[in-house]
């Protein structure tokens, strides 16, 4: 079992830019796809971009397609989600999960492990 530890949240204007990242240990990180998941007050658990074990596939919700990045550093074992032009509606807890298998990114119940998450707030 990967262990995952999310970092970088924190309270910002509308339109600024975050970067959160996500420290893995315990595991073969490369092995991994990872994944961002966030969960607003009230909410469900919704996917947010997701990064393939090498980097070559990577995907987004259409909610932060053009202002989120996702990367990886295998080396580091840790995973970043580049956060720009932010906007009040991004304000939630973002976690960071790690899986194997080919299921839907967008999946919730296929990815198995999961970080405590880090508060993202943005102010308008």
């Known amino acids: 079992q990967v262990q995952l530890v999310e970092s970088g949240g924190g309270l910002v204007q509308t339109g600024g830019s975050l970067r959160l990242s996500c420290a893995a240990s315990?595991?073969?990180?490369?092995?991994?796809?990872m994944g961002w998941f966030r969960q607003a007050p009230e909410k469900e658990r919704e996917f947010v971009a997701a990064?393939?074990?090498?980097?070559?596939?990577?995907y987004y919700a259409d909610s932060v397609k053009g202002r989120f990045t996702i990367s990886r550093d295998n080396a580091k074992n840790t995973v970043y989600l580049q956060m720009n032009s932010l906007k009040p509606e991004d304000t939630a807890v973002y976690y960071c999960?790690?899986?194997?298998?080919?299921?839907?990114?967008?999946?919730?119940?296929?990815?198995?492990?999961w970080g405590q998450g880090t508060q993202v707030t943005v102010s308008s």
């Open positions: 990064i393939n074990w090498n980097g070559i596939s990577i």
């Open positions: 999960a790690a899986r194997r298998g080919s299921s839907s990114v967008k999946l919730i119940t296929s990815w198995g492990n």
């Open positions: 315990g595991g073969t990180f490369s092995s991994y796809a």
